[in-house]
């Protein structure tokens, strides 16, 4: 297992390597000037030569980059535009909601998908498994932010159950509510549909055949054997849907307000701050490689032939 897990590791430093590369070119690409965004239309020549010179835009691109990277390697991700805080300061200041947002709708999703899922396979044809389809196909078709709206409207406006806003700090834990119901909900339908095929899969498996001829309740054939073997690409989906869920954080913090780091990223582009992009951008691919990493390894847990490949 130690073998496997540095093998991983191992692979991550080219990943991170191109995500940097492609991080720093696509910013540096966008069309039109940072330093005119950042100091108005018309900025005198000694301000934007003064800029470029802080921001490090008058060398080479390679330069830059290499600049930069060295930086991040160093832990300075270098001090907002605008905010004139270091970047590292922003970044930890957003994190902590992102991540229970972004960990409660998982939560959500996996609660209810997962259930949802083996109830469709094990009643296959049956009405729970319309009705659980359906569900899933409004759930993946719901655009976030339209979603977000309608339960602010019917649970905010119409019942008062929940702010339709504001942060943590502010409103406590249960702001995090409507929000985690808005991306659960949009996760729920991706799960589910991945349970069914899966667990539909598992039960066609000639080692379920044998449980089942060996004299097994269905419900040991079912949640013994069918489903720790179905679990196996689930896993794979929800660690692979970590990267969705952090793009739809974006739109899910403006419509109820929340300082995360989506709205920081959101924030930071508006404004064309060089340093808040890049660092909040790498900041993002690298959660989402670490993310990916656990999946790896409870995948390898799961199922000991991984370990093998």
Known sequence: MGRFILRRLFFLVPVLIGISVLVFALVHL????????MLGIHPTAQEATRLRHELGLDKPLPEQYFVWLWRMLHGRLGTSVYAHQPV???ILQRLP???ELAGASIAIAVLAGIPLGVLSATKRGGVLDHAARL???LG?????FWLGILLIIAFSLEVHWFPP??????QGAIALVLPSLTLGLSFVGV???MTRASMLESLSGDYV????AKGLLEWEVHYKHALPNALLPVTTVIGLQVGTLLSGAVLTEAVFSLPGLGSLMADAVGARDYPLIMGSVLVVAALFVLVNLVVDVLYALIDPRVRLR
């Open 140 to 144: 993946i078709s719901m655009p976030v």
């Open 191 to 193: 799960v589910m549909r």
């Open 88 to 90: 590292s300061t922003l």
């Open 30 to 37: 966008a069309p039109g000037d940072p330093v005119v965004a």
């Open 97 to 99: 909601t992102t991540a």
């Open 165 to 170: 806003g504001g942060s943590v700090a502010e």
């Open 135 to 137: 569900v899933s196909v």
């Open 209 to 212: 055949k044998t449980a089942r």
